[in-house]
């Protein structure tokens, strides 16, 4: 996994590097402490999974750059990691492209949970900022919440079912890929998570006891 870190504080980006490798023990983090060199690392690397970006950076912020990473790299899921808790700025994330925002004071373990609902597909925004931004826009917002990471009796997402659905017709990752628009990196992910989560070992036993346990239509495995 690729992860692309953006925070012009040096000791926020070295402690964030121990909470990452709890993430995901493997990934590899690629680090910038500007919004420009965000955006020319972003259209160096193909492969990345993940973005974290700051709001308050030196020269070019975050929210200003948020868009044009997003275009650069539509299918990886970007996250807004800030010391603001305003939620105007919330909104302002959502809107250009980000699909979640943790504030700086969050603990490890609700950055965690955050990062595994984002890459299942989910958007976050922590309980407290969400609340006031419903306020904000008098409108019900649908993003999940860390505690709810857990999507059917089985410990799936929405997005793992669709992955296993897809993996039930055969699809390589790099199939499901593509027709979910995802990066290589975080459909590896759920795949992991769908074999942890349904006890086996490989992708052909995890379809066979989802169809047995109703989680999927035994016609996926024929389409």
């Not at 909104?91 to 504030?103: M, N, S, W």
């Not at 965690?112 to 299942?120: K, R």
């Not at 769908?194 to 346990?213: D, E, F, G």
């Amino acid at each position: 996994m690729r992860i692309l870190l953006v925070d012009d504080h040096t000791l926020f980006r070295e402690a964030l590097l121990h909470v990452l490798r709890q993430f995901d023990s493997t990934a590899v983090v690629i680090e910038a402490s500007t919004a420009r060199e965000a955006i020319r690392l972003a259209a160096h690397y193909h492969d990345l999974d993940l973005i974290l970006l700051d709001l308050t950076l030196p020269g070019l912020n975050g929210l200003t750059a948020l868009p044009e990473l997003h275009a650069l790299r539509p299918a990886v899921p970007l996250v807004i990691l800030s010391a603001s808790e305003d939620s105007t700025a919330v909104r302002q994330a959502l809107d250009g492209g980000a699909v979640g925002y943790i504030p700086k004071s969050s603990s490890s373990h609700e950055m965690i949970a955050a990062l595994h609902l984002v890459l299942a597909g989910e958007v976050y925004v922590p309980p407290a900022l969400l609340a006031a931004l419903e306020a904000l826009d008098d409108v019900p917002i649908p993003v999940a919440t860390a505690s709810a990471e857990e999507g059917n009796g089985e410990g799936l997402t929405p997005r793992q079912v669709e992955v296993l659905r897809l993996m039930a017709q055969g699809l390589s990752n790099k199939g499901i890929c593509k027709r979910l628009n995802l990066a290589e990196g975080t459909v590896k992910l759920h795949v992991t998570a769908i074999l942890r989560a349904l006890n086996t070992c490989n992708r052909t036993q995890a379809v066979i006891k989802a169809t047995r346990r109703g989680l999927i239509p035994a016609a996926s495995q024929e389409n």
